[in-house]
């Protein structure tokens, strides 16, 4: 069990998320070893925008739109780090919460496999999701700190 719990700031950010979302997050703060804060839950289509012309988001289709995605920024020494280690940790975290209670998960680290259905690193699904896309002649996205439900009738 960690020490663990979620800040005002945190909470606040979860309003307007699919309440399964935040089951796994809640969880995950309790099973998790690395701190982290909910740095972004639902959007606005403006905010979106924002994002997208500043080339922090690839699509004006995001899962935050419509509250099914969570981004989740570690949280050392009282700051939100953008850090790969911490990242992987909380990423581990959300999948074994995900799986307790059974809700699918995606991944932004390796966004063509649902996380939940696999038991590999994060670090290596990374790295494969990295190798995939440049095999494709394609540039590799990833945003570690972003978690959504995969949609299907279950999370549209
Ligand atoms: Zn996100």
Redesign the pocket.
């Known amino acids: 069990m960690s020490q663990y719990v979620l800040g005002s700031k945190s909470l606040k950010e979860l309003e307007g998320v699919n309440a399964s979302l935040i089951k796994v997050v809640k969880r995950a703060i309790e099973l998790t070893a690395q701190d982290f804060s909910v740095h972004?839950g639902i959007r606005t289509i403006e905010e979106q925008k924002k994002l997208v012309e500043r080339g922090a988001?690839k699509t004006m289709n995001?899962?935050?739109l419509s509250g099914n995605?969570?981004?989740l920024v570690p949280f050392i020494n009282g700051r939100l780090r953008w850090e790969w280690e911490p990242i992987y940790i909380i990423a581990d975290a959300m999948r074994s919460a995900a799986n307790e209670i059974d809700i699918p998960l995606r991944w932004?680290g390796c966004w063509d496999v649902t996380f939940t259905d696999t038991d590999a690193p994060p670090e290596d699904l990374v790295e494969d999701y990295v190798a995939r896309r440049r095999g494709a002649g394609k540039r590799a996205f990833i945003?570690g700190?972003?978690?959504?439900l995969p949609r299907s009738e279950r999370f549209p």
């Open positions: 972004d988001s995001s899962r935050h995605a969570v981004d932004g945003d700190p972003h978690f959504e």
